[in-house]
């Protein structure tokens, strides 16, 4: 599985000075937040757990705003003293990389990729690297590659006008120590240097996907992400069996046990109604999912049997009530950057894999902390912040769709 992914975030952004002057063009606001965020997330959601951020122009912006707004992510940063070209940049990167194949994304474009097709691909052919590739029609911005019917890549064609082709959508996965094997001169171009120079080898294989992409270099793009990237009013008369409730455990299930843990069955109490709405929540929802920090279980205050059987009890009051829940995952780790542990969104990621028809964009996330407002975020959600422990939030808020004082207030909206 495919953990760790360079971001090249050191473009200049020629094209988009006059939108945005004074940034690095990962940085652009797009829908009310820097463009990089959207290439995050998507990589996370991906299964993507360390970043190494490769940076050029105006890296203190980018350096900043990963440390203000992403303060629990696995990332290092990589910093070009001078333009390398893609190609240096990439193996600058790769020198600092923990894994043996890495993902590769530009921060300027999203391309909603399946990384476990392009894995498929790179490790039956033993690929040193493969390329994502983006089916397009007229076209006049981009190089086309040509394959075989095994996906072997065969040459690339120059940028010109296209009625159609598979264009290079920015998306590699490459096999680290074969690529610093090569010998390159101090600055080079991925493309040229390295893909269109070595394609013939037949090393590298490609991966068509006909997902999400945008470049926002490209200002007719940048404005068009605008709208396509903003996030959707909710509407809870829309929200039937096809949608996902994620509930936070602590603090809306039950009341928060303030500068401690839950640690034993009669230590949970139950918020007032909360059973009841349970019934009315599982009527109305597909799938009802708790995700929960557990980190009283990580230092030793509990074990982890003790956590399984409240829980166990906890399922069993909603199922007498007439509710359920149809999973429950839990992170007892210690460390705010694991991957599980919101406001990361390795829960949300473990919960796609369990359940394949889960769709994020009819999802909700229920939580009393910021940190369950991001991690629904992450994972493309809608938000609903419940005021039990938190009464001061503030409200409208970037990463809240909706605020009600209880788990019960909500269930009499919906």
């Not at 063009?25 to 299964?47: D, E, H, W």
């Not at 006049?140 to 019917?149: L, M, W």
Request: charged share 25%.
């Amino acid at each position: 599985m495919i953990k760790e992914a360079i971001v090249l975030a050191g473009g200049l952004g020629t094209r988009l000075r006059e939108a945005v002057p004074d940034l690095p063009k990962c940085m652009a606001p797009v829908a009310g937040q820097p463009f990089l965020s959207y290439v995050i997330n998507t990589l996370r959601m991906q299964g993507i757990r360390h970043f190494i951020f490769s940076l050029g122009y105006k890296s203190d912006a980018i350096i900043d705003y990963l440390k203000t707004d992403y303060p629990h992510l696995d990332y290092s940063v990589v910093i070009e003293d001078e333009p390398l070209g893609t190609g240096g940049a990439i193996r600058l990167a790769l020198s600092h990389a923990q894994t043996s194949h890495v993902l590769v994304a530009n921060g300027d474009t999203l391309f909603r990729v399946q990384l476990k097709d392009m894995e498929a691909v790179h490790a039956k052919h033993g690929a040193e690297c493969t390329l994502a590739l983006k089916p397009m029609q007229n076209f006049d911005r981009y190089g086309v590659v040509e394959t075989d019917a095994n996906g072997r890549v065969l040459s690339f064609k120059e940028k010109q006008y296209y009625a159609s082709g598979k264009i290079n959508g920015g998306i590699y996965l490459i096999d680290r120590a074969r690529f610093l094997q090569r010998s390159f001169p101090e600055k080079f171009s991925f493309e040229k240097d390295y893909l269109e120079k070595y394609c013939d080898e037949g090393k590298f294989y490609a991966s068509g996907q006909d997902a999400y992409f945008i470049d926002i270099g490209i200002p007719e793009d940048y404005a068009r992400a605008q709208q396509e990237l903003k996030q959707s009013k909710l509407d809870l008369t829309k929200v039937d069996k096809t949608w996902t409730l994620f509930l936070d455990r602590d603090g809306v299930i039950n009341e928060e046990k303030k500068g401690d843990y839950v640690l034993n069955w009669k230590e949970f109490i139950f918020h007032k109604g909360v059973l009841d709405t349970f019934r009315k929540l599982s009527d109305r929802f597909g799938k009802v999912i708790v995700v929960s920090n557990q980190r009283g279980v990580g230092r030793g205050r509990m074990t982890e049997a003790e956590l399984q059987s409240i829980h166990l009890e906890m399922r069993r009051e909603v199922e007498i009530a007439g509710g359920r829940i149809d999973k429950i995952y839990y992170c007892t780790e210690t460390e705010d950057n694991c991957f599980f542990r919101k406001p990361n969104p390795g829960m949300a990621v473990q919960a796609a894999k369990d359940f394949p028809d889960i769709d994020f964009s009819k999802a909700i996330m229920v939580g009393n902390k910021p940190g369950d407002m991001k991690f629904g975020r992450a994972a493309g959600m809608y938000t609903v912040f419940v005021k039990t422990t938190n009464p001061e939030q503030v409200f409208p808020h970037p990463d809240i769709d909706l605020s009600v004082d209880s788990l019960y207030d909500l269930a009499i909206q919906l």
